[in-house]
């Protein structure tokens, strides 16, 4: 299993960006992915999650301007970042969890300037 993480860049305060994640090999159907994001020196913190069925969770510092979403058919999740704050500036990572393996794709920098 690989995971293809895109979408990252510069914004400014206020913008939006999409990340994607795309799965290539296969995988047991139920399984949950996610979101996380990194700064130097610190422990990598969730984002955002969804389940196989649809479910989503998010972290209160995203909550109502982050939206994750995933296209079974294309084997892609998405997380869409609006409102985005220079907090936000960080190492994006994405995560499969299925059964008892966890993936990370590599990480794509977002950077929010004020």
């Known amino acids: 299993v690989q995971l293809q993480a895109s979408g990252g860049g510069l914004v400014q305060a206020g913008g939006s960006l999409r990340l994607s994640c795309a799965r290539s090999g296969n995988i047991f159907r139920i399984h949950n992915m996610g979101w996380y994001r990194q700064i130097p020196g610190e422990q990598r913190e969730l984002v955002a999650t969804?389940?196989?069925?649809?479910?989503?969770n998010y972290a209160d510092s995203v909550e109502g301007r982050f939206t994750i979403s995933r296209d079974n058919s294309k084997n892609t999740v998405y997380l869409q970042m609006d409102s985005l704050k220079p907090e936000d500036t960080a190492v994006y990572y994405c995560r499969l969890a299925v059964l008892k393996s966890v993936y990370w794709g590599q990480g794509t920098q977002v950077t929010v300037s004020s």
């Open positions: 969804i389940t196989s069925s649809g479910s989503t």
